[in-house]
């Protein structure tokens, strides 16, 4: 099974319900799959057959779609357009889809706890997942952005939001990966890395944010309408798109400079990322 097929399949194995109509569509509806895509990289880096990662891949797809379900809600960005298509509540409903994000997040630990491998390796990487995706990680990144106080008032400010918001979550399948493939003492550099990747991520989606349309983007600008500071906004565009590629070239290196790690494959896909037109 090709990584779309595992992910139907295992949200199929939950209760036919409006809940489970709503998990799906927002699950299936064409994300880029960057997150899973870095976990089966770093696997195939340390020589581990990727499929050992499928059922994390799975969970952390899961759990960055409940937290694009509930940012999009009325009482956070509420957002009409999401991967191309309406957002969950305006598809269903808003109870429907706080719903439908509660339960993305809770079957991701037990998609995560199905993994085939020794069991405090996979406690380990739950325990990262948790961290990275709770009140110590995005949850704290989404909590720093919605308050005035603490929120995108200057550059700095703006890293700290993007480095909790953007980079737990992109961090997380780095540091599982290597926790899986018997590197566990490389979390924290791992985890630098995909700060770093956190980082570019969002000035690029500033960046195409500022030069796209919705309609290309898939998504609705809604910082535009929030008028909320970006690196755009901060740095103007022409800086903004340096900045990007000198943080892409940051992460390039740290990546080249893990031992016993083949680094090739996973520096293509960044790359790749980098040269990403949504
Ligand atoms: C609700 C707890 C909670 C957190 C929400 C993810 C998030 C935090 C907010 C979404 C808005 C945003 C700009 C997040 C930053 C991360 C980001 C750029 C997400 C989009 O990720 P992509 O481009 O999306 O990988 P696809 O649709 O391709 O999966």
């Known amino acids: 099974m090709n990584f779309e097929e595992i992910l139907q399949h295992e949200i199929r194995e939950t209760q036919d319900s409006t809940v489970r109509d709503a998990m799906e569509y927002s699950l299936m509806a064409g994300g880029k799959r960057i997150r899973p895509v870095l976990l089966y990289e770093v696997l195939k880096g340390y020589g581990i057959d990727p499929a ?8 952390i797809e899961m759990i960055h779609t409940y937290s694009l379900i509930h940012d999009d809600l ?3 960005d509420n957002d009409d357009l999401r991967r191309g298509k309406p957002t969950c509540h305006k598809q269903f409903d808003e109870a429907t889809a706080i719903l439908a994000g509660d339960g993305l997040l809770t ?19 739950i325990r990262i997942l948790s961290q990275m995706a709770g009140p110590e990680g995005m949850v704290y990144g989404q909590c720093l ?13 703006l890293k700290k939001v993007h480095k909790y918001k953007t980079g737990c979550l992109l961090s997380a399948p780095l540091m599982i990966g290597a926790v ?13 890395a995909g700060d770093l990747i956190g980082l570019a991520f969002q000035v690029q989606d500033d960046v195409l944010d500022a030069t796209k349309t919705a309609d290309e983007l898939g998504k609705s600008n809604s910082d535009e309408r929030n008028e909320k500071v970006t690196s755009v906004s901060l ?3 022409d800086e903004a798109v340096k900045t990007m590629n000198e943080l892409y070239d940051l992460a390039a290196d740290k990546i080249r400079g893990f031992r016993d790690f083949s680094s090739v494959s996973l520096i293509g896909v960044l790359k790749g990322i980098q040269s990403r037109s949504k």
């Open 52 to 59: 050992l990662g499928d059922h994390f891949a799975s969970a």
């Open 145 to 157: 952005d919605m308050a005035e106080e603490t929120g995108r008032t200057d550059w700095d400010a």
């Open 74 to 76: 009325p009482a956070m």
């Open 107 to 125: 079957y991701a630990f037990e998609e995560a706890a199905k993994t085939n491998a020794e069991p405090s390796l996979v406690l380990e990487g």
């Open 180 to 192: 899986l493939s018997g590197h566990r003492e490389e979390t924290a550099a791992w985890h630098e």
């Open 235 to 237: 740095m103007g565009i």
